[in-house]
T-cell receptor
Framework: GAVVSQHPSRVICKSGTSVKIECRSL??????MFWYRQFPKQSLMLMAT?????????EQGVEKDKFLINHASLTLSTLTVTSAHPEDSSFYICSATKPSRLSTDTQYFGPGTRLTVL | EDQVTQSPEALRLQEGESSSLNCSYTVSGLRGLFWYRQDPGKGPEFLFTLYSAGEEKEKERLKATLTKKESFLHITAPKPEDSATYLC???????????????FGKGTLLTVNP
């Protein structure tokens, strides 16, 4: 199996506060973790790629000072949305790559975190 | 630039009515093509990986096939519980170094009526 968890599943915060989202691979060590955001009825948009012990690589247009990523271990990555504003409200999903010697690495996704900024 | 186009955007079927979803892709070098299922308010659930043209994989009522330009997800005798958004994604062997990113299509919203 390949289980990825996210916490919290849902968070409501006031504008200007910071929110931390955790992503854990529960039954495997992930070589890489990815963070996505998804708007209603749209597909997943990659925000950043994260490797344990190194700085995250952000996609074009994603503010690295706004979305802080820490990859503390092979099973844990965190995304902190700093000074959140209503436009940051979205569905945030992480994925973890399970390595395979026989085939390409597969990304397994967490259940997502619904962020609402008031 | 890698591109993935899924069609149709939405599909309504009656229970038992078989059909296919299409995923057309453009990639410099295909490392893998992935199918995921996503239920509302949840993260995508992995279904299949296909690597080379001619490959097929099956899981219950689903069968995925791959050519050099597209992939099909065939749904045989669907049930209401198959209702979900089906996402197709590609990994480009020429991108990302050791971090192989996925490029997603916009998905097909499948509704199966009882």
């Amino acid at each position: 199996g390949a289980v990825v968890s996210q916490h919290p599943s849902r968070v409501i915060c006031k504008s200007g506060t910071s929110v931390k989202i955790e992503c854990r691979s529960l039954d495997f060590q992930a070589t890489t973790m990815f963070w996505y955001r998804q708007f209603p009825k749209q597909s997943l948009m990659l925000m950043a790629t994260s490797n344990e012990g190194s700085k995250a690589t952000y996609e074009q247009g994603v503010e690295k000072d706004k979305f802080l990523i820490n990859h503390a271990s092979l099973t844990l990555s965190t995304l902190t949305v700093t000074s959140a504003h209503p436009e940051d409200s979205s569905f945030y999903i992480c994925s973890a790559t399970k390595p395979s010697r026989l085939s390409t690495d597969t990304q397994y996704f967490g259940p997502g975190t619904r962020l609402t900024v008031l | 630039e890698d591109q993935v186009t899924q069609s149709p955007e939405a599909l309504r079927l009656q229970e038992g009515e078989s059909s296919s979803l299409n995923c057309s892709y453009t990639v410099s070098g295909l490392r893998g093509l992935f199918w995921y299922r996503q239920d509302p308010g949840k993260g995508p659930e992995f279904l299949f990986t296909l690597y080379s043209a001619g490959e097929e994989k099956e899981k219950e009522r689903l069968k995925a096939t791959l050519t050099k330009k597209e992939s099909f997800l065939h749904i045989t005798a669907p049930k209401p519980e198959d209702s979900a958004t089906y996402l197709c994604a590609v990994q480009d062997s020429n991108s990302g170094g050791s971090n192989y990113k996925l490029t997603f299509g916009k998905g097909t919203l499948l509704t199966v009526n009882p």
